[in-house]
């Protein structure tokens, strides 16, 4: 069973930087697609990064420049490296991906439980 946890959030000073993490592990054998969401209280759920298949990369106007998305295929594990971070971003943020669970022909998508970063002086 392909399991998403993710680490990393806390409490950041505006313009700080802040890296989260989000390891899968249940055994991954291909990965379609990767991405990070966040929901702000009282907002909808909003893409912040995605890697789609192939490798291509793409931000929102929202975080483009600030935010940048990666994948480490040997440790299976999902970063967003996070700069320039302002009160704006303050919000619980999830991982997302698109994987075939190695060994068998399933293809499903999977989410994180979900870390909260405050952008707060």
């Known amino acids: 069973q392909v399991q998403l946890v993710e680490s990393g959030g806390g409490l950041v000073q505006p313009g700080g930087s802040l890296t989260l993490s989000c390891v899968a592990s249940?055994?991954?054998?291909?990965?379609?697609?990767l991405r990070w969401y966040r929901q702000g209280s009282g907002k909808e759920r909003e893409l912040v990064a995605t890697?789609?298949?192939?490798?291509?990369?793409n931000y929102p106007e929202s975080t483009e420049g600030r935010f940048a998305i990666s994948w480490d295929n040997a440790e299976n594990t999902l970063y967003l490296q996070m700069n320039s971070l302002k009160p704006e971003d303050t919000a619980v943020y999830y991982c997302?991906?698109?994987?075939?669970?190695?060994?068998?022909?399933?293809?499903?998508?999977?989410w994180g439980q979900g870390t909260q970063v405050v952008v707060s002086s």
């Open positions: 997302y991906a698109d994987i075939r669970a190695a060994g068998t022909n399933n293809r499903s998508t999977y």
């Open positions: 249940g055994g991954i054998g291909s990965v379609y697609g």
């Open positions: 890697i789609a298949g192939g490798g291509i990369i």
